[in-house]
């Protein structure tokens, strides 16, 4: 008789084995490793939220500020603010507010100023709480370090205790309890680090942005167009006809 298949673990059965290893980390290292798991709940609740925040104004659209730009340079300037108000990203918002500055016939300085303001007010928002995501990023592994000097000192108090009857199992269990809390703290604060410096990139990089969005409003393109540009050769002969012409003149 073939025998049969062994039934698959039950999955509470699974999840019993996680919290019981977890209970047992949270004993081995103590109040610092209770301290550090909740410095991450907080630190991805931080990433969560900024990435939902960074969704809804839509920073990821790169391409509707440029375009609307290109409109307005190409004068049509009606499609352009339509294109550039029809999106959350805020450099096209940027963008919107120049256009509708430059088409209530406003003082440049004025609307230089008001654009400045709400794109202030923006980087302020989109940079809220990267602060403490800082500040947890670089007091990961510091706490870890701290709970590894204590765990040492316990570690070697109880070999002092033990006097000549010395355990090495003593030593190395106190060791390894005492490395643990080194190994959360970096656990927490590589990823952290990690997620901190890419939301203050995507923060540096709508600030560009919207800098150059509306500054290509006051500003004009210099780039000249492919149906503008000659050849140089074709320029160089016709200078030459032009000296020629002036020499005969001159001996006439």
């Not at 990433?47 to 104004?57: G, H, I, P, S, T």
């Not at 990821?60 to 108000?85: E, F, H, K, V, W």
């Not at 670089?138 to 570690?155: D, K, N, Q, W, Y």
């Not at 000659?230 to 030459?240: L, N």
Request: hydrophobic share 50%.
């Amino acid at each position: 008789m073939a025998a049969e298949p062994a039934a698959p673990e039950p999955s509470g059965m699974a999840f019993d084995q996680i919290a019981s290893d977890s209970l047992s980390l949270l004993q081995s290292g103590g109040v610092v490793v209770a301290i550090l798991l909740v410095l991450s709940v907080f630190a991805s609740a931080i990433v969560v939220a900024k990435l939902l925040q960074f969704r809804a104004a839509r920073l990821g659209d790169r391409q509707t500020a440029p375009a609307a730009l290109a409109l307005y340079r190409r004068g049509d300037g009606a499609r352009a603010m339509a294109l550039a108000s029809a999106s959350a990203n805020p450099a096209a918002q940027a963008l919107a507010r120049a256009l509708n500055g430059r088409r209530l016939q406003m003082a440049d300085a004025a609307i230089q100023a008001e654009v400045a303001r709400y794109g202030n007010r923006c980087l302020a928002e989109l940079r809220s709480w990267l602060r403490p995501l800082e500040v947890i990023a670089s007091l990961a592994p510091l706490l870890g370090l701290f709970g590894t000097v204590l765990g040492m000192i316990a570690a070697f108090r109880a070999l002092e205790a033990a006097g000549n009857q010395v355990n090495p199992a003593i030593l190395s269990g106190g060791i390894w309890e005492a490395l643990l809390t080194t190994a959360v703290g970096l656990a927490i604060a590589i990823p952290t680090v990690a997620a901190l410096n890419w939301l203050e990139r995507r923060v540096e990089r709508l600030a560009e942005d919207m800098e150059d969005a509306v500054a290509g409003v006051f500003t004009e393109d210099l780039n000249p167009h492919p149906e503008m540009q000659t050849d140089p050769r074709q320029e160089r002969r016709g200078h030459a006809r032009a000296g020629d012409a002036a020499a005969v003149s001159s001996r006439a």
